[in-house]
């Protein structure tokens, strides 16, 4: 099976930042794309951003430009720089990897337990 943990959420002022961080372990073959998601009281879970395996990113449109994804291939280790942070962000955020684990060409996706962000006016 594939563990994720999630780190580096807290609380942040309204302009400031914070970096989390999605490691993923266990019987991973090869990570088809690592996202990040986020979902704020009664609403539904959104897109953050997400990185596939060819290095390519994207983003949603409410944190372009703001919201930075990267990822430590050798480690299988995806990070989300978030700057300028504003009220709105203020969500749980999950990691979410799609990956082959056992039977070639089967892929499987994952999700971590959530990590709470809290931005402050």
């Known amino acids: 099976q594939v563990q994720l943990v999630e780190s580096g959420g807290g609380l942040a002022q309204a302009g400031g930042s914070l970096r989390l961080s999605c490691a993923a372990s266990?019987?991973?073959?090869?990570?088809?794309?690592m996202t990040w998601q986020r979902q704020a009281p009664g609403n539904q879970r959104e897109l953050v951003a997400q990185?596939?395996?060819?290095?390519?990113?994207n983003y949603g449109d409410s944190v372009k430009g703001r919201f930075t994804v990267s990822r430590d291939t050798a480690k299988n280790i995806m990070y989300l720089q978030m700057d300028n942070l504003k009220v709105e962000d203020t969500a749980v955020y999950y990691c979410k990897v799609i990956c082959q684990t056992g039977t070639p060409g089967r892929l499987s996706a994952y999700w971590g337990q959530g990590t709470q962000v809290t931005v402050s006016a």
């Open positions: 266990g019987s991973i073959v090869t990570i088809n794309s």
């Open positions: 990185v596939r395996s060819d290095g390519a990113s």
